[in-house]
């Protein structure tokens, strides 16, 4: 499944990132099965999840390393990289289609722009 988005719908997701707080934490383990696992696992709840990355990661301490540790989760996770400020970065994956109009995850979800 590769998503593509557009300028604005990338401005329009980090503007609804910027009010949340990190759900996870990528500290010296770097990126391990563990984090990936809870990373896809929490798509099933939400669309857009915010990660921090700690000083303490091991090899990654330049700009580009931090933005390969996103492009390495967005991949495994099956989610879009949306962008990475400094050390937070921010991934959304849409929620699959439902049939259940009745659904609140369906009721819930991102209407990106156009």
């Known amino acids: ?11 329009y997701l980090k503007g609804l990132a910027s009010n949340e ?4 934490s ?20 939400r669309e857009i ?5 700690l000083k303490s990661t091991a090899d990654e301490q330049d700009a580009e390393g931090l933005k390969n540790i996103g492009e390495i989760l967005a991949e495994r996770t099956g989610a ?17 289609e439902s049939k259940d109009k009745k659904d609140k995850k369906y009721a819930n ?3 990106l722009p156009k």
């Open 1 to 11: 499944m590769s998503i593509t988005l557009t300028s604005k719908q990338r401005a």
């Open 21 to 24: 707080k990190p759900l996870f």
């Open 26 to 45: 990528i500290g010296k383990s770097n990126l391990t099965p563990e984090i990936t696992n809870a990373v896809a696992e929490a798509f099933a709840n």
């Open 49 to 53: 999840i915010k990660v921090n990355i």
């Open 80 to 96: 879009v990289l949306v962008c990475n400020i400094g050390r937070k970065l921010v991934l959304y994956k849409p929620f699959k």
């Open 109 to 111: 979800r991102i209407i």
